[in-house]
């Protein structure tokens, strides 16, 4: 076993002991960012198997590069995880916070965390919440905070940090990103600063908490907002017999015009999730926030019911039953991550029924407990309807099939299924 007191400390860092409660996609990373910069750090999670895992060096995520960040930090006894925290001067609670009933947020994970944590806080200390979280979050933690340790009130610097990594670029954004940090007052957002510059090589931005909060709902509700227009534009355009793709890209040739890319829906844990903690909370304002969710949210459904028309389409025109490829479950290209994902929603949707004339694509990884997999080329070779959910690079590598319905809702090939001219 490490104990911390026997290890050369980093003398230049003001910080002896750096606890980061919460070990997962951005908790996990930031441990290790940080031990590798000298500092001490102790991860503590709630999972006592992710805990073994980070202990024997070896990391239970899929993120480019970490495992040999985290086996070099473990290795040289720069971070150490328990299930439970300790003293530290610095504690960053990087937990998940989900819904709770009809899209509400549930920050009781960050509240839970800072309770754990509450008995180990001493005069001095830095307490920053990185969890998403719905705007007022880190006062209340600070009112509870204070309520049970009254006298830290005045010596505790307590302030909000939203993390803004992209999974699968995670290293390099972690260091390379600026930072928007809100303290509960000037001297927190201060100190807080002087943590992130440890690591942080983009700009520092100081502000208050609730602004901080309300900056990361901002952002991915911007870029939700900004993928809808382009997911409504691909309706429009799928019933005017336009070519959503290129129209995009003539628009797009105007000096101020960037509008995104269309797709199967809006999925992950982070932009399909955040926006709805704006409307929960300011419902009469948010009503393009909120109808952005509509709309990506029904762009997955739409294609589900475009695939049941295409098949009894094709049974008329065969007198049989089409295959189908589904092509992609992840919620996004070139990863394994299937949370919240419209591709994976589609093809429950459509296997609903009957599962027997469908073959499920997913080439970034070898096993799902519910969908069998077959190979993307095989699959691609055999069906009668090609429905391609995300634009994996593989996917994009395969010639067009003139001869099979394609269905290109990610935008692999960018071409209609069939010219329609009907000015002809
Ligand atoms: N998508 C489109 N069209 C596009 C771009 C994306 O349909 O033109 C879809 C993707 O296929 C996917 C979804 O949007 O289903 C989200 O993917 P993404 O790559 O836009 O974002 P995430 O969820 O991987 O990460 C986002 C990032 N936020 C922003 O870009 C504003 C990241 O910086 C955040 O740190 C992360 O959310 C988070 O944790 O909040």
Same mark, same amino acid.
């Given at each position: 076993m490490v104990i911390y007191g026997d290890l050369p400390v980093n003398n230049k860092h003001w910080i002896m002991l750096f606890q980061c409660i919460g070990l997962g996609y951005i908790g996990l990373p930031t441990a290790a960012v940080v031990a590798s910069k000298g500092v001490r750090v102790h991860g503590v999670d709630v999972n006592d198997r992710v805990v073994d895992t980070i202990n024997q060096g070896e990391i239970h995520i899929v993120e480019p590069?970490?495992?040999?960040?985290?086996?070099?930090?473990?290795?040289?006894?720069?971070?150490?995880?328990?299930?439970e925290p300790k003293k530290a001067d610095v504690h960053l609670i990087v937990v998940p916070t989900p819904?709770?009933?009809?899209?509400? &947020?549930?920050?009781?994970?960050?509240?839970?965390?800072?309770?754990?944590?509450? &008995?180990?806080?001493?005069?001095? =200390?830095?307490?920053?919440?990185e969890s998403t979280s719905p705007i007022g979050t880190t006062e209340q933690m600070a009112v509870l905070i204070f309520r049970e340790r009254p006298e830290l009130?005045?010596? #505790?610097?307590?302030?909000?940090?939203?993390?803004?990594v992209l999974p699968g670029n995670v290293l390099h954004e972690l260091v390379h990103n600026d930072r928007v940090i809100g303290g509960i007052d000037e001297a927190s957002t201060l100190k807080a600063k002087e943590f992130y510059e440890l690591f942080v090589e983009g700009e520092l931005y100081?502000?208050?908490?609730?602004? !901080?909060?309300?900056c990361k709902l901002t952002e991915n509700s911007s870029r939700?907002?900004?993928?809808?227009?382009?997911?409504?534009?691909?309706?429009?355009?799928?019933?005017?017999?336009?070519?959503?793709?290129?129209?995009?890209?003539?628009?797009?040739?105007?000096?101020?015009?960037?509008? #995104?890319? &269309?797709?199967?829906?809006?999925?992950?844990?982070?932009? !399909?999730? =955040?926006?709805?903690?704006?409307v929960s909370e300011y419902p009469r304002e948010?009503?393009?926030?909120?109808?952005?969710?509509?709309?990506?949210?029904?762009? !997955?459904?739409?294609?589900?019911?475009?695939i049941h028309s295409s098949m009894l389409e094709f049974e008329l025109k065969h007198?049989?039953?089409?295959?189908?490829?589904?092509?992609? $479950?992840?919620?996004?290209?070139?990863?394994?991550?299937?949370?919240?994902?419209?591709?994976?929603?589609?093809?429950?949707?459509?296997?609903?029924?009957?599962?027997?004339?469908? $073959?499920?694509?997913?080439?970034?990884?070898?096993?799902?407990s519910v969908f069998k997999l077959?190979?993307?080329?095989? !699959?691609?070779?055999?069906? =009668?309807?090609?429905?391609? $959910?995300?634009?994996?690079?593989?996917?994009?590598?395969?010639?067009?099939?003139?001869?099979?319905?394609?269905?290109?809702?990610?935008?692999?090939?960018?071409? $209609?299924p069939e010219p329609r001219m009907s000015w002809v």
């Open positions: 590069g970490l495992g040999e960040v985290v086996r070099q930090s473990v290795a040289s006894g720069m971070l150490l995880a328990s299930v819904f709770k009933g009809v899209h509400e &947020p549930d920050v009781s994970f960050v509240e839970a965390a800072t309770r754990k944590v509450l &008995p180990f806080l001493k005069a001095g =200390d830095t307490f920053i919440i009130k005045g010596n #505790l610097f307590i302030a909000y940090c939203p993390e803004r100081g502000t208050n908490a609730r602004t !901080a909060e309300m939700d907002v900004q993928i809808a227009f382009a997911n409504e534009l691909s309706l429009i355009c799928d019933k005017a017999g336009i070519n959503v793709w290129e129209l995009i890209a003539l628009a797009n040739r105007h000096p101020r015009v960037n509008i #995104l890319q &269309p797709g199967a829906g809006v999925g992950g844990h982070c932009i !399909a999730v =955040d926006p709805w903690f704006i948010s009503r393009l926030i909120g109808t952005a969710r509509e709309i990506n949210n029904y762009k !997955a459904f739409w294609c589900a019911e475009k007198g049989r039953k089409p295959l189908v490829a589904l092509m992609g $479950l992840a919620f996004k290209p070139n990863i394994d991550d299937l949370r919240e994902s419209p591709a994976k929603y589609i093809a429950q949707k459509v296997m609903q029924s009957e599962q027997n004339n469908f $073959l499920v694509v997913e080439p970034n990884i070898d096993f799902h077959t190979d993307y080329q095989e !699959a691609y070779d055999r069906a =009668d309807i090609v429905a391609f $959910l995300v634009t994996h690079d593989e996917f994009k590598l395969l010639g067009y099939r003139d001869d099979a319905v394609v269905l290109d809702f990610a935008g692999v090939f960018k071409r $209609l």
